[in-house]
């Protein structure tokens, strides 16, 4: 029961995630490192306000100094250190290029998940992630048509690269914090890297700054004018919904799903923002994308159909569990 209702908790969370595709589209008078400020900054205060509500819960579940420094190691590798590589590698690669290997993040977490605990012989899950991994290639196909050669673009796939390492760590890394500490509450552990995320984001700005002359303005930020309203309201979204209240949906599926699934069941995330893209432009979409998605949607089901019958077996006694 907690296998099926950690896949709700994981799909539930991409649902969320998605609107972070779309949102940005809805705020073409702000940079990217505008929007992610405005993004961080709503997770950050909301995360101080439910840090200070809930503080003696925290404290209960014993909270230590160390526990409050791996937070911050997750913040810079799943929020501020994966945006920053993620933001170098558009600037200097392209979007088309970032957005691919980015989408290999359901493939890596597997992968390294799988690698790590050995929960069940890569021969079961290998056929999945490779469907996955096909229908990915083809959504992106036509758009890497005309891409920039990768020779001009060394840097920037390099930054990429180092996102999806990041983020890949923090996936599995977070998945075991939550099962090892299981004190600390999915709502407790956002709010606490929420809080951490605020501490490192003026270092993000700094850089970014340091590196991006003019891709931040606070006076554009907090001045009024008729994108004002769209760019907080934006804010809010990212900040409250996809930030802080997926991220507990995510902390719930991981606590309660294999990482080898978990990790597949990211790409819900890439399907639901492409979905809200066709709605935004107003059309269906097109053949070559259909097909990837019905093969995406494939591997995905495959997955949870091995890994269920796998499971099943073993909890009848009929095999051990699966190494290698």
Known sequence: MSYNTGVIYALTADLI???????????????????????????????????????????????????????????????????????????????????????MLPISVSLY??????????????PSILLVLFGLIIINSSKL??????????LGLF?????????????????????????????????????????????????????????????????WNENSWRFWVGSFVLGLFCSWGATIFWNKASNQLPTAVAGQLIVGETIFGLIYGYIFEHRLPYFIEVIGIIIIISGVLLSIHTINSVRGLIEHGYVQKEQG
């Open 17 to 103: 995630w998605g609107l972070a595709f779309i949102i940005p589209k809805l705020l073409p008078s702000y940079s990217a490192v505008e929007i992610t400020f405005g993004r961080y900054f709503i997770y950050g205060t909301f995360s101080l306000i439910m840090w200070f509500i809930r503080r003696r819960s925290i404290a209960t579940n014993k909270v230590k100094s160390g526990i409050w420094l791996q937070a911050l190691l997750f913040a810079f590798c799943g929020n501020v250190g994966y945006y920053l590589f993620l933001v170098f590698a558009i600037q200097l690669a392209g979007i088309t290029i970032s957005t691919l290997v980015i989408g």
């Open 113 to 126: 998940g799988n690698w790590l605990f050995r929960e069940f012989a890569f021969k079961k899950v290998f």
């Open 145 to 154: 048509q005309g891409a920039d050669t990768l020779s001009n673009n060394i």
């Open 159 to 223: 930054s990429g690269l180092t996102a999806l390492m990041l983020w890949t760590w923090y996936g599995v890394a977070n998945a075991c914090f939550l099962k090892d500490n299981p004190g600390i509450s999915s709502e407790d552990w956002s709010t606490i890297t929420g809080v951490t995320t605020f501490v490192l984001l003026p270092f993000f700005l700094f850089i970014v700054n340091l590196i991006y002359l003019h891709s931040f303005s606070i006076s554009h930020i907090f001045e």
